[in-house]
């Protein structure tokens, strides 16, 4: 409700959160989003890792089905609905991207495995890099251009560098200062609610041209991601735990990534839209999802 009454302001008086001063408020995205892939840096261990190890089915799975699902459910409707090539180009994007914490706490909330979530969501993440723009080129260079090496470079900066920072401190420093270990959620909610009241009034003009239109698609490219995921899983045989821990993880995207990757094309108020709605949509989908799944104790569970 906080972000989506931001996001109202921003539609209304977006010369408010465009500068202050001489200072254009885009800067500070690419801060802000470091800040947030260390806070998921804190959350994560070499565990995780080794989870690999005790399930690799369902990781693999996982990890196939989120860069696959998405990216062409991203090109398919980009194309079906003939938006403009650079918000064509940002539908392909957020498909592109790897999961964010958000299908976690959902996974949690939908009594899914935890820690199959946890693991595809790091192993997801650390092969961003190299997927996300490979995928980009191949399904969305024909809408804008892709500088392959540079997208590789800033997926660096902005996640492998900070989650690594926050692995080391997750290792080495969690737990004594519980002040930081309890802040870092807040700041990473508040920090994802200013970034999306960035990118809206930075595109507040495209926005208003194709919003119900791009409203639509992100809500079906999310709802078709959750069904397909969970029915891919199911096809190879996965428990009904591990099923919704497919679907979530392959609906639910690193909006974030992507809102600073359309930064870093200099696309921000185009490219930018469509990783802007998609994060609320996101969230009121799976949350929804979450709660149903969580009334409906999965199968194991009532052995």
């Known amino acids: 409700m906080m972000i989506f009454a931001a996001v109202s302001l921003a539609m209304y008086y977006p010369a408010y959160f465009q500068k202050a001063g001489g200072f254009r408020l885009s800067g500070l995205i690419l801060p802000l989003l470091q800040i947030i892939m260390f806070g998921m840096g804190t959350e994560l261990s070499v565990k995780e890792f080794k989870n690999?190890?005790?399930?690799?089915?369902?990781?693999?799975?996982?990890?196939?089905?989120?860069?696959?699902?998405?990216?062409?459910?991203g090109f398919l409707?980009?194309?079906?609905?003939?938006?403009?090539?650079?918000i064509a180009a940002g539908i392909i994007l957020i498909g592109c991207c790897p999961s964010g914490l958000a299908s976690n706490v959902m996974s949690y909330l939908a009594r899914a495995n935890l820690a199959l979530s946890i693991t595809v969501t790091a192993v997801s993440t650390m092969l961003a890099p190299l997927l996300t723009p490979l995928l980009?080129?191949?399904?969305g260079g024909e809408f804008i251009e892709i500088k392959f090496w540079a997208m590789v470079w800033d997926i660096t900066k902005i996640v492998i560098l900070p989650i690594s920072a926050g692995l080391i401190f997750h290792q080495f420093v969690r737990g004594r200062f519980s002040f930081i270990d309890k802040a870092m959620p807040k700041i990473s909610m508040i920090g994802i609610g200013?970034?999306?009241?960035?990118?809206?009034?930075?595109?507040?003009?495209?926005?208003?041209?194709?919003?119900?239109?791009?409203?639509?698609?992100?809500?079906?490219?999310?709802?078709?991601?959750y069904t397909l995921g969970y029915w891919s899983a199911r096809l190879f045989r996965l428990s009904e735990k591990d099923c919704r821990t497919v679907s979530l993880e392959v609906g639910m995207q690193n909006g974030g990534l992507a809102s600073g990757l359309a930064l870093t094309m200099g696309k921000l108020a185009t490219v930018g839209l469509a990783p802007a709605v998609f994060g609320p949509t996101m969230?009121?989908?799976?949350?929804?999802?979450?709660?149903?799944?969580?009334?409906?104790?999965?199968k194991e569970d009532l052995k």
């Open 136 to 139: 980009l080129q191949w399904l």
């Open 194 to 225: 200013f970034i999306i009241v960035i990118i809206t009034a930075a595109g507040r003009d495209s926005l208003l041209q194709v919003g119900l239109k791009l409203i639509l698609v992100t809500f079906i490219q999310n709802t078709a991601g």
């Open 77 to 86: 409707l980009a194309g079906f609905f003939r938006f403009p090539k650079e």
């Open 52 to 73: 690999i190890l005790h399930n690799p089915k369902g990781v693999f799975i996982g990890i196939f089905c989120h860069y696959t699902i998405m990216p062409l459910l």
């Open 283 to 298: 969230n009121i989908t799976g949350s929804s999802l979450a709660s149903w799944w969580h009334r409906r104790p999965p």
